[in-house]
């Protein structure tokens, strides 16, 4: 199988809450940001920043040809000294934190037959509906503020508004 060159040229923005953030791609940078703050806020995880992270030009772990789907910035690693990659699953993300990511879209790696990802978080649903899901959790949390735009205080554009030149 030929390699599959890594170009990375989706648009990206930077969820950020308190001292965690994490770069994915634009369209779901703000449901991300809303799923962090839950995960803080409401059900009481802290998302470490030094071992969280999203956007990263990279094939799958142990693969030459399979692109991740870090590198689409579509995956989130939170907190990856507690929730390793390995076959014996071992994770300290409570089940409702799990629970909250997959109602709004999200594929859980933890749910992987064979080797365990329990760090990861992969936004599986069509990019399109990112908006409908942050507005549902932010009903779902209490809040009635509508989808924000960009530039607005509430999630930033960070390295953001990067994009990589094409290939
Ligand atoms: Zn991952």
């Excluded at 969820?15 to 369209?27: F, L, S, Y």
């Excluded at 939170?78 to 999200?106: A, C, E, M």
Aim: charged content about 20%; some cysteine; glycine content about 8%.
């Amino acid at each position: 199988m030929a390699t599959v060159p890594l170009q990375c040229t989706e648009p990206l923005a930077t969820a950020v809450h308190q001292d965690a953030r994490a770069t994915m791609r634009k369209e779901i940078a703000p449901l991300v940001q809303e799923l962090m703050r839950q995960t803080e806020v409401k059900y009481g995880y802290n998302i470490r920043r030094d071992d969280t992270g999203g956007f990263n030009c990279r094939y799958m772990a142990s693969s030459k040809t399979s692109i991740s789907n870090h590198a689409y910035g579509r995956a989130i690693d939170i907190n990856w000294s507690t929730n390793p990659y390995q076959k014996t699953f071992r994770s300290d993300i409570p089940p409702n934190v799990v629970s909250l990511w997959i109602r709004h879209g999200f594929y859980w790696g933890g749910h992987y037959k064979n080797t365990h990802d329990t760090m990861h978080f992969e936004y599986v649903a069509p990019l399109k509906s990112a908006p409908a899901f942050l507005n549902s959790a932010r009903r779902e949390s209490g809040g009635t503020s509508p989808t924000p735009r960009r530039g607005r205080r509430s999630w930033r554009t960070g390295i953001s508004g990067r994009r990589h030149p094409p290939p």
